[in-house]
């Protein structure tokens, strides 16, 4: 399984891919220099989050901690999954292979590239929901080419913030308002929806992705100083 992204969405990618192309290098400064809000004023289920009950990750890195909330009932597969490997230690001691500054940052291949599931390495289809996006702080499953999921996460790392022209764009097409008014308050990648698992949103520790993201690469996206996993903790929010 590789890192990459599926970049053939099922629905309004290619519009969406083009609008969005010339917003996600402007904008608010990417990285230490992002100016997010304490909290996004959505009602979308990711910004309700978490509530008493709800199960959390936590995610202890050589950057800092941050956590965030899964959503089983809207992705039972890719939280089985990531569940069960972070309690067996998988995750323990990996390190982020793919930093894109202001879009993501990436882990959860082994030091050999390989990646695993808790079905003996078998993957899982993609799980889509509207109820789900990629929004900034969005955790995802990412998709092989042949569209199956493993031990591969990223962590959306985009700035507030949404172009009016996509905006538009996105209004004409038939998304809901709710929706583009999330992505608008939040940032994200529209043209992701719908081609990879969306199975978390981060809610604490937006700071240490956007450090993790503003860490210095080489020419295939690693850190050249390596940000390591120490673990990732499965919790019940009280």
Request: glycine share 12%; charged share 15%; hydrophobic share 45%.
């Amino acid at each position: 399984m590789s890192g990459k992204f599926k970049r053939a969405a099922l629905v309004l990618a290619a519009a969406l891919a083009l609008a969005l192309a010339g917003c996600l290098g402007g904008g608010a400064p990417s990285g230490d220099g992002v100016s997010r809000p304490e909290a996004v004023q959505s009602a979308e289920l990711q910004f309700t989050h978490p509530a008493a009950g709800d199960t959390v990750a936590v995610f202890d890195t050589s950057a800092g901690v941050f956590r965030a909330v899964l959503f089983p009932q809207q992705a039972p597969q890719a939280c089985a999954n990531f569940v069960g490997l972070a309690q067996a230690g998988y995750y323990n001691g990996l390190t982020f292979t793919r930093v894109e500054q202001g879009f993501v940052v990436e882990a959860g291949q082994a030091a050999d590239g390989s990646a695993t599931t808790i079905w003996n390495g078998s993957g899982y289809p993609a799980e889509y929901t509207d109820q789900l996006h990629h929004y900034s702080g969005a955790l995802c499953a990412a998709m092989s080419e042949e569209g199956q999921g493993a031990s591969v996460f990223y962590v959306m790392q985009t700035a507030p913030g949404l172009e009016q022209e996509l905006a538009d764009r996105m209004a004409a097409q038939g998304w809901r308002q709710e929706i583009i008014d999330a992505y608008a308050a939040a940032g994200g990648a529209p043209y992701l929806d719908y081609t990879d698992t969306v199975f978390g949103q981060v809610y604490e520790g937006m700071d240490v992705v956007d450090a993790i993201g503003a860490a210095q690469v080489d020419e295939a996206l690693a850190p050249v100083e390596a940000i390591t996993i120490h673990s990732v903790t499965i919790e019940t929010y009280q």
